[in-house]
Structure formats: structure tokens, C-alpha cells
């Protein structure tokens, strides 16, 4: 079985991918991809990952698990989707070290021992550090940067060194990213990546973060003007995006405040400078896939 894992990274998506997942049910069911809810797996995979850290996790102890996720899925399910936002780390041990989640191979080891009979692919969401770092400060409930991120300097911090860490340690497993900023434009592609939904099989939901973004009159416009065309290629459908976005966007949304971080504009602009740099990189690590618009 395919365990479609997505491991956070927390704060981006949260659990709107998972809202997706289940809205998307039927696409899903014909794919023989399950979504358990999450209440049935994510406390006890922590504690499974704790006990196989401690030596003291068993085959019972698995066999427990699987039954109180799979219970209930059909008997022909061939892949799982399962979202651990904190499975590398809580968010105030997000930093360390100068890097992004410093035991996330250690975690991801659990992990994979813990489903060693099924293969995990791996998904998450990536964001610009500049933002990701206010909206870590945000979600610490701190007001002190260097205490969140362990005194880590800002303009060190790398999704590029987390994946190909990863990746070092996990040859084979495929991993798919996309970015926070562009998710609202992607949303489409997101779910299909990990719901395994192939393009023939049609779904719903794909504007459930990008209508997020768009005034009421936006809103109101870009629906009855997507109702009216219908046939539009994806590429045309993300130029109508843009364009609305653009003339209608709700600035308390297009314009992440990151005053919480005390980062002055130009720090800001730096680190965007080089989280773009970064995205290049990642996009050429081979066996990694990166959701573009």
C-alpha cells in the first residue's frame, strides 16, 4: 500500500488539504485512495514513532495501528493519505541549528518503520522564509524571533538543505513540494499529486484557497465569469487567476505583514532573494517534484 504522507510543513496549508481530501471522496474512491480522519491516527503514529525511537514498539503494536486507521476503509484501498503537520516537530522546534525541522530525518526514520511494510511518499508545503518565520512567531504565541528559530540567523535557513537531507537518507522515496505563496493557484495540481488523481478523473475544490484571496465582488466576478468558460486549458485558467487576483486581491491577505519578526524591508527583500534562488535549486534536485504554477 502507497501511504501518501503529508508532513506539514506547519504554519502553511494546516488542514485545508485534508478538507480537500474528503470533498473530493468520490475522485478519490475510483482512485482506491482512502482519507481516515485524522483523529484516528495522528496522536497514536506520534506515540508509535516515540516507542520506535524508545526500542519498545512491536508488531502487535503495529498491527493496533493499522486496524484503528484501516478499520473501516474499503478492502481494495491501494494507497492512504495521512497528514502529520507536526510529524517532523512542533512548531517551537521548528528551528534549530540554522535549519528547518533538524530531526526530520530521525522522525521520517519512524515513520517509515512504522509503515516498513508499505511505501511512503512524502508531501509538504514550503514558504518563504520572511513570511514563514512571522507566522512561526504567531503560531509560538512569541514575540522574540531569536528564541523561536534557537538564535538560527534568518538568511541561513534553506528548504533546499532539507530536502536534499531527506533525499540522503531516502533514496527512493518520492517527495513533492509546493509553495505556500502559490497554492491558491495550484490547488488543482495539489490534490491530484496526493490523491493520485489522474487528469481523466474530474475533481472539485480547486479554488477553495484562491477565492480566499479575492474581494466579495472578486469572488462573485471570477465565479460567474468561470461558469461562463468552461473549456478553458489550465495555463488560460491560471492567467484568468492572476489577473483577478491582481485587480480584486484583498491586501490583508496579498500583503503578509511580517512586522512581528522585527525584519527590516530590506531584510525581507534579501530573504525573498534568496528563498527564490532556493526554489531554482530545488527544482533541479533530481526524483524531487515541485508544484509550479
Known amino acids: 500500500m502507497d501511504i501518501l504522507l503529508h508532513a506539514g510543513a506547519h504554519p502553511t496549508d494546516n488542514d485545508t488539504l485534508m478538507v480537500s481530501m474528503k470533498n473530493n471522496k468520490p475522485a478519490l474512491d475510483r482512485c482506491h485512495v482512502a482519507v481516515p480522519d485524522p483523529v484516528l491516527y495522528r496522536r497514536s503514529l506520534r506515540q508509535a514513532m516515540r516507542q520506535i525511537e524508545g526500542a519498545q514498539f512491536t508488531d502487535e503494536l503495529r498491527d493496533m495501528l493499522y486496524d484503528s486507521i484501516c478499520g473501516d476503509q474499503p478492502p481494495d484501498t491501494q494507497a492512504m493519505v495521512l497528514s502529520v503537520p507536526m510529524l517532523f516537530a512542533p512548531p517551537a522546534q521548528t528551528v ?117 484571496l479575492l474581494s466579495d465582488v472578486g469572488q462573485a466576478r471570477f465565479v460567474a465569469y468561470m461558469n461562463k468558460n468552461t473549456n478553458l486549458s489550465i495555463e488560460k485558467k491560471r492567467e484568468v487567476m492572476f489577473a483577478f487576483a491582481e485587480k480584486f486581491g484583498r491586501p490583508e491577505i496579498m500583503d503578509q505583514d511580517v512586522s512581528l519578526t522585527g525584519l527590516t524591508q530590506e531584510d525581507v527583500d534579501f530573504l525573498t532573494d534568496l528563498y527564490e534562488d532556493d526554489l531554482a535549486k530545488i527544482a533541479e534536485i533530481p526524483n524531487v517534484r515541485l508544484i509550479f504554477p
Open 96 to 212: 534549530a541549528q540554522g535549519v528547518f525541522f533538524p530531526q526530520a530525518v530521525e522522525k521520517l526514520r519512524s515513520a517509515v518503520e512504522v509503515f516498513k511494510n508499505d511505501n511512503i511518499k512524502l508531501f509538504f508545503s514550503i514558504r518563504n522564509p520572511a513570511t514563514y518565520l512571522a507566522a512561526l512567531m504567531k503560531t509560538c504565541d512569541s514575540d522574540n524571533l531569536s528564541a523561536v528559530i534557537a538564535n538560527s540567523a534568518p538568511e541561513s535557513l534553506r528548504w533546499s538543505e532539507l530536502v536534499l537531507r531527506l533525499q540522503a537518507h531516502f533514496l527512493d522515496m518520492d517527495i513533492t513540494l509546493w509553495c505556500y505563496e502559490d497554492s491558491p493557484f495550484v490547488w488543482q495540481d495539489v490534490i491530484r499529486a496526493v490523491g493520485q488523481v489522474p487528469p481523466n478523473i474530474a475533481i472539485k475544490d480547486t479554488y477553495r484557497l484562491y477565492l480566499h
